[in-house]
Nanobody, 124 residues
Framework: VQLVESGGGLAQPGGSLRLSCAAS????????MGWFRQAPGKEREFVAT????????YYADSVKGRFTISRDNARNTLFLQMNNLKPEDTALYSC??????????????????WGQGTQVTVSS
């Protein structure tokens, strides 16, 4: 299983970025997928998750209303649209594959494959 993130970079406060995660070596359309992030000196934290069909999504309170998770099962790709970015969104963002198809969790233990991450920096 390989998860490769892209789309990170430098953005100004209030700006937008769109992260992508290209998946291979798995049946992409059968499991929950998600995003976690880790800022320097902080614990890794849950950002968002999406069910196998894309019909159910769940977000951390800190990003609700600003971030949108989506997936394209035909292209084996996961996305995270990030709008109205804040300096506190600065972190390494990692794509993750869940162990379940639905009732997707925000707990790290429920995800069995992780990408290397893409850095997002929000600064003026």
């Amino acid at each position: 299983v390989q998860l490769v993130e892209s789309g990170g970079g430098l953005a100004q406060p209030g700006g937008s970025l769109r992260l992508s995660c290209a998946a291979s070596g798995l049946t992409f359309g059968s499991d929950c997928m998600g995003w976690f992030r880790q800022a320097p000196g902080k614990e890794r934290e849950f950002v968002a998750t999406i069910s196998w069909s894309g019909g159910t999504t769940y977000y951390a309170d800190s990003v609700k209303g600003r971030f949108t998770i989506s997936r394209d099962n035909a292209r084996n790709t996961l996305f995270l649209q990030m709008n109205n970015l804040k300096p506190e969104d600065t972190a390494l963002y990692s794509c993750v594959k869940g162990k379940r198809s639905y009732y997707c969790s925000q707990e790290r233990i429920e995800y069995d494959y992780w990408g290397q991450g893409t850095q997002v920096t929000v600064s003026s």
